[in-house]
C-alpha cells in the first residue's frame, strides 16, 4: 500500500509538471527510507543481513546515509548476549542433561556473537581448548519471520532494477540464510575445508570437534581479528592479509570446488605464525556449479580483449538480462569495463574511494542507467555475496597485490581473457564508446 501511494503521488506531482527523472527519485528516496525503517525492525537475522547489506551504504545519496547508518546499527547490534541460565538451557537442548560432562571447562560468558548465535571459550575432556558456537534459542522461528517480512518488502527492489528477477534472487538469499541454520551441514563444510588446506603454509582451518543439535564445537584459533588490522594495521600487513583473503576465496574455488561465501572480516584472524585462520562455514557451498566457468571466461574476454557487442552477446547468452529487452551495449560496456580496472594491472591498490564510484556508477538511479534494465540469475547469489563482501574488505584495508596474478594461479583457465605486455599482438585497442555512439546514432537515423 505505501509503495502504492507512493506511485500515485508521483503521478499527482508529475502532473503538476515535475519531471518524470525527478518524480521517479523521489519515489526511489522514500522507498529506501521504508526499506531501512522495516529492516530496522527485524530480530532473527539481523546481524546476518546487516554484513550483506553493508556495502549499499556506498551508493546511498547524503540524504540516505544516516537513516541506512541507523538502520545496520540495529540490525547488528539487535542480539544481546544470553544470561548463564538460558545458555545452560540451550546447550542441555541439543547435548542432553549432562552435557557440562563433556567438557572440563566451560565459560558461560559470551566470547564473541556470531550472526544466528554466539560462541563461548571452553576445554573439551581431552583438553583441548575449543570454541563453542551455539544458536539463540528460538532463532529459527525469528529468522522465518524476518525472512517473510523481507519477501514482503522485496517487490520494492524493482525500484531500482525493474529488469531484475527481484522473486528469484530473493528467493535465493532467502535460501542461503536459511541453509546457515543447519550446524550439521555447516560442520560437513568445515571439515571439507579443514581437510583442503590441511597442512597449507597460508591457511588454517580449525578442525570440527562435534557438533549435536543446534552445537558446533570447533578447535579454538587465537589471533588478530581483520577488523582490528583494517583499524590499525601496518601497510604490509594490510596488503599481506587482504591478498590472503583473495587467495583463500580464489583457490577454494579453482583448487578444491569449495566457495567460501562470507569472507567479513569477523572470519578472518591473522595467526602467531603469520598464516590466515578462518571460521565460519555456514554459507559455504560447492563451486562452481555447471555453466559458470563458461560464464566467467566470456564476460572477462568481453571485458578485457572484447568491445561492447561481445559484452552484450554474453549479458544475453548467460540470462543477465530478460528475453527480448533492449538495452544499449555501449553504455552497458561503459557501465561494466571500469570494474575489471584492478585486473588491468600488474599491481594495483583497491580503496573504498574506488570502490563508491563502482557502485554510485552501477546503481545510478537515473532512467538512462542501462543496469537497470539487467538482472542476474539466482544461481549467481552465492558467487554475488562472496565476490562482493570480499571487495568491500579489500576495499577497507586498501590492500595493494597482484590482482590478476593471484587470480590466474588458482583459475588459469581465464588466462585467455587478458591480454600479455609481453605480447603486442594481443593487446586490445581501447574501444572509442563516443564513436561507438555516434555511428548507433546515425544507423538509427537513416
Known sequence: MAFAGRHAAGAGKRALGKSAEE??????????????????????????????????????????????????????????????????????????????????????????????????????????????????????????????????????????????????????????????????????????FAAAYADDPDFHVPNVVAQQGDVLISEWIEGTPVQRIIASGSRAERDRVGMLMVRFVTSGWGRHGLLYADPHPGNFRLLPDGRLGVVDFGACCAWPPAGFAELTLDYCKAIFTGGPEDLAAATRRHGFVQSGRAFDSAELYAAISPCGEPLRHSTYRLTTRWLRRQVLRTTNPSLSNVLRETTMPAYCTPFARSFLTLVGVLGQLETEGHYRDEILRWLPELAEAFSSDEDPARVARPVDLEAVRRRRSAASSR
Open 23 to 192: 518524480v521517479n527519485r523521489d519515489i526511489q528516496l522514500r522507498t529506501a527510507q521504508h526499506i531501512f525503517e522495516v529492516l530496522g525492525e527485524l530480530k532473527g537475522c539481523a546481524a546476518k543481513l546487516g554484513q550483506l547489506l553493508a556495502i549499499y551504504e556506498l551508493a546511498l545519496p547524503q540524504e540516505l546515509a544516516e537513516p541506512y547508518r541507523i538502520a545496520l546499527s540495529r540490525l547488528q547490534d539487535a542480539a544481546p548476549a544470553m544470561l548463564p541460565h538460558t545458555v545452560h538451557a540451550a546447550m542441555a537442548a541439543s547435548m542432553g542433561e549432562q552435557w557440562r560432562s563433556r567438557f572440563r571447562e566451560f565459560d558461560d560468558r559470551r566470547a564473541a556473537a556470531a550472526s544466528l548465535g554466539q560462541v563461548h571459550r571452553a576445554v573439551w575432556h581431552d583438553g583441548r581448548r575449543v570454541a563453542v558456537k551455539l544458536m539463540y534459542p528460538g532463532g529459527r522461528q525469528a529468522v522465518a519471520g524476518d525472512l517473510d517480512q523481507l519477501r514482503r518488502i522485496s517487490y520494492l527492489a524493482s525500484v531500482f532494477l525493474p529488469g531484475a528477477d527481484v522473486k528469484a534472487v530473493t528467493e535465493a538469499i532467502c535460501a542461503s540464510v536459511t541453509d546457515e541454520l543447519d550446524y550439521a551441514a555447516e560442520a560437513g563444510h568445515q571439515r571439507a
